[in-house]
């Protein structure tokens, strides 16, 4: 190319102005209208004039020149009506030469000027025509549209990003009292962008507003969003991940409410045997609101007679109404230690279908006829109305056992089932349960509970034996369902003397999955041929649907199909996984919390295991795991108890570090 030539080309998005001053194997040497020097291949030109300079003139006055040249193109691109052009143009979709255009634009021969202000023009224009080179191809009206609205919110975006950072820096430094009805969006984007980090739709325009606000990344809009009231300092960011919410749409709660004036209205009797003259018991946590199942019991000369009834949640709520949408998508209840949340609504879970004391129910009933060593010589199972005449808690049971008949004909009973299922194999595992409370002033208080005491183990029997015998009916009838199976454990750690704490504890790690079937199989951790869970299905939609089956296979509603039942499956099962994650990690946090006032203390841990950077150790006061350093000052070993020391406690940050005492 002759040197002096005036060029341009584009460098950071910008157009700039050059002469040529020398080439060399397809690559120019040019001096800018900057006043640099630099080198460019020849193929990166995007536009080349037929003007040249005179190199003789100097550097100082080539700048000067190169200066000149530019505004006046910029200052002929400002005449240029790009919409003007795109309408004429836009017909033809097809690619367009710089000249025609440049003819368009301008009378008379079009000059390097002019071609250059309509290259300058159109490069710079993102909406109407698509840029290749020296030539231009008009996009289609409604990819302008979508251009158009793509730049309005890029626009858009800017703004909130500048208005928001400017905002919170002048939060950060007052006492707001509520979030302005015009910053809402704004907190939008820092929840997203706090609880999702780069899976969030604004990880970008929260990531900018974050910094230039000077809000630390990583905490600061947590602790902004409970400074403006818009989180509790005690958030439960799991739900707001998970998408879970306490209350129920308009639409679940009036046909809940429909529901209750039905049942007031009349009551359906037919096909169902009256029990009402039964005494039927319900022993549950004292926190407990919905009572789904209660036993009875009738002594006779060769055994007794004992009845499991289970709230009959599948005469209330039809399969496929809105109220069932909703509880599919629930899939279970979820107890926390700071909050319940329900699987159905409030006014049918803890009220209409409840099993309250005093009230008439309709009920599936489970009666089993048991010898004196709890061999079940019959069974029938079949629609009923109960009225249940005591409500028991635990502690109630536990008190009463030895001196109430009929708690303790239960509880002998239920221990000989043990025994039974015991004999064919089953694995008692025994660790008690923690029991996290939070009070209305978020005091926290921590008891251990055990699992095996008179209460818990009666009911715990008789729901055994109510979900086996259901699961024989299903299987001797031939009839699908959902049934549970597990293979044996991988290992036995537990001995007949029921094992220590560390055997118990290590023992749940070889246990195999339960797995969910449509045909029996053995549950070989309970001990019995065949399983199925149906005695909460006021808590859990699996056991609904069980029931639901039951149902059927009464001839009381329509079966479901295979295809049905195993999209149940499916549907749950990923609900599941978020409430077992959601339940544990929200008490391990309130015990952190209660653990933040202890630092410096001294606590009780068990050795579990030694691993190639740490030891593995259990806090018996909590039955929680903790990492303690290898480097501790001794050398353990599994089933040690030794004191250890908190050293420091973040439950916000799930951050808990102790020493060996």
């Not at 250059?116 to 698509?130: G, H, I, Q």
């Not at 959902?482 to 070889?510: A, C, F, H, K, V």
Request: hydrophobic share 40%.
């Amino acid at each position: 190319m002759r040197s002096g030539t005036i060029v341009e080309y584009i460098d950071r998005k910008q157009i700039v102005c050059a002469v040529v001053l020398g080439e060399k194997n397809q690559r120019l040497r040019m001096l800018t209208q900057n006043n640099r020097e630099v080198t460019q291949a020849k193929k990166r030109l995007a536009h080349i004039s037929d003007e040249y300079l005179d190199l003789n003139m100097g550097r100082d006055a080539l700048v000067e020149r190169l200066r000149a040249v530019a505004a006046k193109r910029k200052q002929l691109q400002n005449q240029i009506d790009i919409k003007t052009l795109w309408e004429v143009l836009h017909t033809e979709a097809t690619w367009i030469d710089l000249k025609t255009i440049a003819e368009l634009c301008f009378d008379g021969q079009p000059s390097s000027d002019h071609t250059s202000a309509v290259m300058r023009a159109l490069f710079e224009d993102r909406l109407y025509f698509k840029f290749d080179t020296n030539r231009f191809f008009p996009n289609a009206p409604e990819q302008v549209a979508r251009v158009a609205a793509q730049i309005a919110e890029e626009a858009r975006r800017s703004r909130i990003i500048e208005e928001g950072s400017q905002w919170i820096r002048q939060v950060m430094e007052a006492v707001p009292v509520s979030v302005p009805s015009d910053k809402k969006e704004i907190i939008e984007i820092l929840k997203s962008f706090y609880l999702f980090g780069k899976q969030s739709p604004h990880y970008e325009a929260g990531k900018e507003i974050v910094s230039r606000s000077g809000l630390d990344r990583k905490e600061g809009p947590f602790y902004l969003l409970v400074k403006l009231g818009v989180w509790d300092k005690d958030e439960n960011l799991n739900l707001h991940r998970f998408g879970i919410s306490d209350s129920f749409p308009p639409e679940v709660m009036q046909a809940s409410r429909r529901l209750v004036t039905k049942a007031i209205k009349g009551k359906s009797r037919e096909g169902r045997r009256d029990l009402t003259c039964l005494s039927t018991i319900t022993i549950d946590g004292s926190n407990t609101v919905d009572f789904d199942d209660a036993v009875s019991i009738e002594l006779n000369g060769n055994g007794c007679r004992l009845g499991v009834h289970i709230t009959d949640v599948g005469h209330v709520v039809e399969k496929g109404n809105s109220i069932d949408e909703e509880a599919l998508s629930r899939a279970s209840s979820i107890y926390m230690p700071d909050k319940r949340i329900s699987m159905l609504p409030p006014i049918l879970a803890e009220n209409l279908c409840s099993l309250k004391e005093g009230e008439e129910r309709m009920a599936i009933s489970i009666m089993a006829d048991l010898d004196n060593s709890a061999n079940v010589v019959n069974y029938e199972i079949f629609p009923s109305i109960i009225r249940v005449n005591r409500q028991l808690t635990y502690h109630d049971a536990n008190i009463a056992v030895g001196e109430d008949p009929e708690l303790k004909a239960i509880y002998e009973m239920a221990h000989k089932f043990r025994n039974f299922r015991l004999q064919r194999g089953a694995l008692q595992i025994t660790i008690p349960e923690i029991h996290v409370q939070i009070d209305s002033r978020r005091n926290i208080s921590i008891n251990l509970v055990n699992r095996e005491n008179p209460g818990r183990m009666m009911i715990s029997e008789c729901m055994i034996l109510a979900n086996w015998l259901a699961a024989r009916f299903f299987r001797d009838h031939g009839q699908a369902t959902i049934y549970r199976s597990q293979l044996p454990p991988r290992g036995n750690l537990i001995g007949e003397d029921g094992g220590t704490l560390y055997q118990n504890w290590m023992q749940r790690r070889l246990l195999s999955r339960v797995v969910l079937n449509l045909s029996p199989e053995s549950h070989a951790g309970l001990g019995l041929d065949a399983y199925v869970t149906l005695t909460s299905p006021l808590r859990k939609y699996l056991d609904l649907v069980t029931q639901r089956q039951l149902r059927g296979l009464l001839g009381m509603e329509r079966l479901y199909s295979d295809e049905e039942l195993r999209f149940v499956i499916q549907a749950v099962e990923q609900p599941m996984s978020y409430i077992t994650m959601l339940q544990q990690e929200r008490t391990r946090y309130w015990i952190l919390r209660h653990l933040e006032s202890r630092v410096g203390q001294k606590e009780e841990a068990l050795v579990l295991e030694k691993r190639h950077r740490k030891y593995v150790v259990l806090l018996t006061r909590y039955m929680m795991e903790c990492p303690l350093p290898l480097n501790c000052g001794a050398e353990l070993a599994p089933k040690d108890t030794v004191l250890v020391k908190i050293e420091r406690v973040n439950a916000r940050s799930n951050i808990l570090t102790i020493s060996l005492a």
